[in-house]
């Protein structure tokens, strides 16, 4: 019996681990992505000034 209940908790606790692994890899990729949607922005709005000015880019 107890060591039923022990492979049961155990068995949860690691795909309790295993899910948080997953959670904060898609997290990652998530603040990856902002990350990079802000700088394409950045680049974009450079350009766009760039142009309207007439400055040259660096």
């Known amino acids: 019996m107890a ?3 022990l492979l049961v908790v155990a ?3 690691l ?3 295993l899910s948080a ?3 904060m890899r898609g997290a990652g ?10 700088s394409r922005g950045a ?3 450079q350009k766009a000034i760039t142009r ?3 400055a040259s880019e660096r």
Request: with cysteine; charged share 10%.
């Open 43 to 45: 680049n974009a709005s």
């Open 52 to 54: 309207s000015t007439g």
């Open 15 to 17: 795909s309790a681990g």
């Open 3 to 5: 060591r039923t209940a």
């Open 21 to 23: 692994c997953n959670t």
């Open 29 to 38: 990729q998530d603040v990856s992505s902002v990350g990079h949607d802000v």
């Open 11 to 13: 068995m949860l606790g």
